[in-house]
């Protein structure tokens, strides 16, 4: 399923939030939306999610506006993780991961806690296994983004949202999530900070600055010196990825005058 964002305009009292921005997250691409804090990933995020209404433009499923699709045959076609999942609910991992079966149940569904294939896989393939009867106040930060992420995937959805996936994670858990979801073939939209595992993972990258996008394309096009000298304010090297043949960012320094100095300039002069 392709998502086509077109010309949405968002404010809140009189503050632009987003400005005209128009994208594509292709089927089956994994598409990174990255860009500076506050520049409007998250909320791009929600206007796909339906969470809030632009004030002027569209986002398009498979050439329809979201806005018309109704709520179940969205939440079949689409699974998001948020940046700051919760549960108000004291539920146990395999309970939180069955709740993304709820979509595709008819009726009223299994009772909780009857097997179920989709739950079982994405326990498995989030490594939660061990953790299957823990409640979630007793998980660690990176253990609740994972089992959040095994609820999107217990959905089985088409698309999947995510924002900041792998906040909290280490670097070895944030290799493997976005390394499954790519193997998956799904249409991932995912708002990224980090532009190195963004670099490996994403076929095309969507960089907003102050609510506007300001590139778009594959990550060897978009991630440039100059790019992120005028998106980030940042003196940067670019480098070749030994593994991947992609883009290797290698921040430098700040750009801003008010900065303090790079702690250690001979360490820059050694990058080649
Ligand atoms: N309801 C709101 N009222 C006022 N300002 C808002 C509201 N929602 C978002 N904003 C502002 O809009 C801007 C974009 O926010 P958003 O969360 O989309 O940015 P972001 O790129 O996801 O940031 P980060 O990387 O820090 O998570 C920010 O300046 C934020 O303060």
Not at 123 to 130: D, F, H, M, T, V
Not at 175 to 192: E, W
Not at 212 to 224: D, H, I, K, Q, W
């Amino acid at each position: 399923m392709t998502i086509e964002v077109s010309g949405i305009d968002f404010a809140v009292e009189h503050t632009a939030i987003l400005r005209d921005v128009s994208c594509t997250a292709p089927t089956g691409a994994f598409t990174g939306i990255i860009g500076p804090n506050g520049s409007g990933k998250s909320t791009l995020l929600s206007m796909i999610m339906r969470w809030q209404q632009p004030d002027s433009g569209r986002v398009l499923l498979d050439g329809r506006d979201v806005r018309g699709i109704g709520r179940r045959e969205f939440a079949r076609s689409v699974a998001e993780v948020e940046q700051q999942s919760t549960t108000v609910l004291e539920l146990t991992v395999e309970q939180i991961v069955e709740l993304g079966t709820i979509p595709r149940s008819s009726g009223w569904g299994r009772p909780l806690g009857e097997a179920s294939t989709e739950v079982d896989d994405a326990i498995e393939a989030l490594g939660l296994a061990s953790l299957r009867r823990r409640t979630w106040h007793t998980l660690s930060g990176g253990e609740r983004q994972k089992v959040q992420v095994a609820r999107a995937l217990a959905q089985r959805p088409d698309v999947l949202v995510l924002d900041e996936p792998t906040n909290h994670l280490d670097v070895a858990a944030g290799l493997h999530l976005l390394g499954l979801t790519r193997q998956l073939g799904l249409t991932v939209v995912a708002a990224i900070h980090d532009l190195n595992l963004a670099a490996m993972f994403c076929d095309r990258l969507v960089v907003l600055q102050e609510g506007a996008v300001c590139a778009e394309g594959a990550p060897t096009e978009v991630l440039t010196p100059d790019l992120l000298a005028a998106v980030y304010g940042i003196e940067a090297q670019v480098l070749v990825h030994p593994a991947t043949g992609g883009p290797l960012v290698v921040p430098c320094a700040t750009i801003d005058a008010a900065a303090p100095p790079n702690p250690n300039p001979r360490e820059k002069a050694d990058i080649r």
